[in-house]
Nanobody
Framework: QVQLEESGGGLVQAGGSLTLSCAAS????????MGWFRQAPGKEREFVAA????????LYADSVKGRFTISRDNTKSTSYLQMNNLKPEDTAVYYC?????????????????WGQGTQVTVSS
Protein backbone atom coordinates (compact mmCIF):
# COMPACT_ATOMS: atom_id res chain seq x y z
CA GLN A 1 0.00 0.00 0.00
CA VAL A 2 1.43 3.33 -1.08
CA GLN A 3 0.76 6.32 1.13
CA LEU A 4 1.00 9.80 -0.36
CA GLU A 5 1.09 13.09 1.51
CA GLU A 6 0.83 16.47 -0.16
CA SER A 7 2.17 19.70 1.27
CA GLY A 8 2.89 23.25 0.18
CA GLY A 9 -0.60 24.55 -0.42
CA GLY A 10 -1.71 27.95 0.79
CA LEU A 11 -3.03 31.37 -0.10
CA VAL A 12 -1.29 33.35 -2.82
CA GLN A 13 -2.11 36.41 -4.89
CA ALA A 14 -2.74 36.15 -8.60
CA GLY A 15 0.54 36.09 -10.48
CA GLY A 16 2.32 34.43 -7.58
CA SER A 17 3.93 31.02 -7.26
CA LEU A 18 3.65 27.94 -5.11
CA THR A 19 5.41 24.59 -5.08
CA LEU A 20 3.50 21.53 -3.99
CA SER A 21 5.25 18.41 -2.77
CA CYS A 22 4.03 14.84 -2.63
CA ALA A 23 5.98 12.49 -0.38
CA ALA A 24 5.50 8.76 -0.90
CA SER A 25 5.93 6.04 1.67
CA UNK A 26 6.89 3.50 -0.93
CA UNK A 27 10.55 2.66 -1.32
CA UNK A 28 9.72 1.58 -4.86
CA UNK A 29 8.77 5.17 -5.68
CA UNK A 30 11.08 5.08 -8.69
CA UNK A 31 8.75 2.67 -10.50
CA UNK A 32 5.60 4.72 -9.89
CA UNK A 33 4.15 7.13 -12.40
CA MET A 34 3.02 10.23 -10.53
CA GLY A 35 0.16 12.56 -11.29
CA TRP A 36 -1.42 15.73 -9.96
CA PHE A 37 -5.13 16.44 -10.09
CA ARG A 38 -7.27 19.23 -8.70
CA GLN A 39 -10.86 19.75 -7.68
CA ALA A 40 -12.47 23.15 -7.46
CA PRO A 41 -15.67 23.71 -5.45
CA GLY A 42 -18.68 22.35 -7.30
CA LYS A 43 -16.56 20.81 -10.04
CA GLU A 44 -15.24 17.37 -10.86
CA ARG A 45 -11.65 16.44 -10.18
CA GLU A 46 -9.49 17.17 -13.22
CA PHE A 47 -6.07 16.18 -14.49
CA VAL A 48 -3.27 18.73 -14.05
CA ALA A 49 0.04 17.01 -14.79
CA ALA A 50 1.80 13.65 -14.80
CA UNK A 51 5.35 12.39 -14.88
CA UNK A 52 6.70 8.99 -15.80
CA UNK A 53 8.58 6.86 -13.30
CA UNK A 54 11.93 7.84 -14.79
CA UNK A 55 11.02 11.48 -15.21
CA UNK A 56 11.59 11.45 -18.96
CA UNK A 57 7.94 11.98 -19.90
CA UNK A 58 5.73 14.80 -18.64
CA LEU A 59 2.14 15.58 -19.53
CA TYR A 60 0.08 18.69 -18.79
CA ALA A 61 -3.47 19.89 -19.05
CA ASP A 62 -3.81 22.70 -21.57
CA SER A 63 -4.97 25.05 -18.83
CA VAL A 64 -1.64 24.85 -16.98
CA LYS A 65 0.81 24.27 -19.82
CA GLY A 66 3.62 26.81 -19.70
CA ARG A 67 2.81 27.81 -16.10
CA PHE A 68 3.14 24.56 -14.11
CA THR A 69 6.07 22.16 -14.02
CA ILE A 70 5.96 18.64 -12.65
CA SER A 71 9.15 16.98 -11.45
CA ARG A 72 10.34 14.24 -9.16
CA ASP A 73 13.28 13.27 -7.01
CA ASN A 74 13.44 9.51 -6.75
CA THR A 75 16.13 9.70 -4.07
CA LYS A 76 13.61 11.49 -1.84
CA SER A 77 10.50 9.59 -3.00
CA THR A 78 8.91 12.94 -3.72
CA SER A 79 7.07 14.52 -6.62
CA TYR A 80 6.74 18.27 -7.06
CA LEU A 81 4.39 20.63 -8.82
CA GLN A 82 5.86 24.07 -9.41
CA MET A 83 3.04 26.52 -10.11
CA ASN A 84 3.85 29.94 -11.55
CA ASN A 85 1.68 32.84 -12.68
CA LEU A 86 -1.21 31.52 -10.65
CA LYS A 87 -4.72 32.60 -11.52
CA PRO A 88 -7.90 32.68 -9.41
CA GLU A 89 -9.24 29.82 -11.51
CA ASP A 90 -6.38 27.64 -10.22
CA THR A 91 -8.04 27.68 -6.81
CA ALA A 92 -8.75 24.07 -5.85
CA VAL A 93 -7.75 21.18 -3.67
CA TYR A 94 -4.72 19.58 -5.30
CA TYR A 95 -4.19 15.85 -5.08
CA CYS A 96 -1.22 13.71 -5.99
CA UNK A 97 -1.68 10.18 -7.24
CA UNK A 98 0.47 7.19 -8.08
CA UNK A 99 0.24 4.37 -10.59
CA UNK A 100 2.62 1.41 -10.82
CA UNK A 101 1.63 0.36 -14.34
CA UNK A 102 3.17 0.51 -17.76
CA UNK A 103 2.31 3.95 -19.14
CA UNK A 104 1.88 7.43 -17.73
CA UNK A 105 -1.84 7.92 -17.15
CA UNK A 106 -3.86 11.10 -17.33
CA UNK A 107 -7.24 9.75 -16.28
CA UNK A 108 -8.35 9.73 -12.68
CA UNK A 109 -9.57 6.13 -12.74
CA UNK A 110 -6.18 4.87 -13.86
CA UNK A 111 -4.45 5.87 -10.63
CA UNK A 112 -4.36 3.41 -7.75
CA UNK A 113 -3.16 5.57 -4.87
CA TRP A 114 -4.18 9.04 -3.74
CA GLY A 115 -3.16 11.61 -1.19
CA GLN A 116 -5.56 13.58 0.99
CA GLY A 117 -5.10 16.80 -0.91
CA THR A 118 -3.80 20.28 -0.16
CA GLN A 119 -5.74 23.51 -0.62
CA VAL A 120 -4.49 26.16 -3.01
CA THR A 121 -6.30 29.49 -2.99
CA VAL A 122 -5.43 32.24 -5.44
CA SER A 123 -6.81 35.68 -4.67
CA SER A 124 -7.45 38.26 -7.36
Amino acid sequence: QVQLEESGGGLVQAGGSLTLSCAASERAFSVLHMGWFRQAPGKEREFVAAISWGGTKTLYADSVKGRFTISRDNTKSTSYLQMNNLKPEDTAVYYCAAYPGGDTPTREYEYDYWGQGTQVTVSS
